[in-house]
């Protein structure tokens, strides 16, 4: 039941406490324009009331309780608003009034209070009100009877089971490879963002306990498809499941995520495309090592054969040399332009093994890539003929 206050009737912009006198006249007016105007409805905030709709509503005002509380709800403006618009804003509280403890007080203005609080959460959980509102309201006390407050919590539930069937479907299709549409990547992605988690967090813990666990373990599942399925996802894999971490609330279920989450790491860090990365990084270091050996081998027998001139071109006389061999080890060489070849990724070794699952690592735990480097150097070499030159 949606609230309706008085000072609509009386075209009031400032509150003011109204008595039974300002009631009966703002009553006359309303009817006399009604009449004039040849209508037999009036609209106010969206809501169309009839002739008798608005008997009954002044009837009721008249009461004396009744007039009493609506001036108390008129005098809390952040109060009013709530009950007028479902919003409240960040660290805004209701004023203090022990009327608000009051149980005919209560039981008054639960209907109003239980409709915008429903409205407010749906709003909360389908990403259209920030976290800061939702602890504005959840701090406030929530006015409304145990039934009508259990009633807007199976609202919430509702949601709640709802965006579960979401994601476990989102599952299904990624494991079966076969997007139906009906569920978009970004929807399933933003249910399990910390934004989200941190709002299911705020819920009740006893009230939503196993809810949570529940909402927790789909998240679990959805996570196992997508590491199965899309390496590339892998890193966001492991940020969903520490929310879901988060969120759970039962130790079993936090356990079975963290076991999960090392049994991934594991599968990680033995994967072809991590060994590749490796591979790559040490074969770079490797490289630079053997780059400076040849530039260091090369000096040398440049620095021999400067040598070896200089001693022929002081002896004053010709003679006739041998021309010496020198034999020098290629295996330093054949690694180099091993190391120059352009490497191929090959389409295994990027997006993803399909059957890479949450299975057990090797035995060992060490990753063997296969290579084609070992040289048999046993008989590799190469003469070089360095030319003496005659002096007179």
């Known amino acids: 039941m949606q609230y309706l206050s008085p000072a609509k009737f009386t075209g009031e912009s400032t509150f003011s406490p109204l008595d039974k006198k300002a009631i009966q006249l703002a009553r006359k007016k309303l009817f006399a324009d009604l009449e004039l105007g040849g209508e037999t409805t009036i609209e106010l905030n969206g809501v169309h009331f009839s002739k008798n709709d608005i008997i009954l509503y002044f009837e009721d005002l008249l009461k004396e309780d009744v007039l009493s509380y609506h001036n108390a709800v008129g005098g809390d403006g952040i109060l009013l608003r709530f009950l007028e618009e479902a919003k409240i804003e960040k660290k805004e509280r209701f004023q203090t009034n022990p009327l608000y403890e009051n149980e005919q007080f209560i039981q008054w203005i639960s209907p109003f209070f239980s409709d915008s609080f429903k409205t407010f959460m749906e709003g909360c959980l389908l990403g259209e009100t920030e ?61 399990m963002e910390f934004r989200y988690i941190r709002l299911l967090q705020l819920l009740p813990q006893g009230r939503f306990s196993a809810l949570k666990d529940k909402y927790a373990h789909a998240m679990l599942v959805t996570c196992i498809a997508i590491f199965n399925s899309h390496i590339k996802h892998r890193n966001h894999v492991r940020t969903w499941l520490e929310n879901a971490e988060l969120l759970a609330d039962s130790e079993s279920v936090k356990s079975e995520i963290n076991k999960k989450m090392q049994e991934m790491e594991r599968i990680q860090t033995a994967s072809p495309a991590a060994a590749a990365q490796r591979n790559k990084e040490d074969s770079s270091s490797g490289a630079g090592v053997l780059k400076i050996a040849v530039v260091v081998l090369i000096f040398i027998i440049r620095l021999a054969t400067c040598k070896s001139h200089s001693s022929n071109y002081s002896s004053g006389y010709e003679y006739q040399h041998s021309t010496p ?37 090797p035995d060992d735990g060490i990753y063997r890539p296969k290579s084609n480097n070992h040289l048999d150097t046993s008989k590799a070499s190469i003469t070089y003929k360095i030319k003496r030159h005659k002096h007179k």
Request: glycine share 6%; hydrophobic share 40%.
């Open 325 to 361: 061999k020198y034999q020098i080890d290629t295996s330093i060489l054949r690694i180099l332009r091993e190391q120059s070849r352009p490497k191929h990724t090959t389409e295994s070794e990027g997006e993803a093994s399909k059957d890479e699952g949450i299975v057990a690592p």
């Open 131 to 191: 976290e800061d509102s939702m602890i504005a309201m959840l701090v406030n006390p929530l006015l409304m009877t145990g039934k009508d407050l259990e009633q807007a919590w199976e609202s919430v539930s509702r949601i709640i089971l709802n965006n579960i069937a979401i994601l476990e479907r989102f599952g299904e299709m990624v494991k079966a490879k076969y997007m139906d549409g009906s569920v978009a990547p970004t929807q399933a992605r933003d249910l």
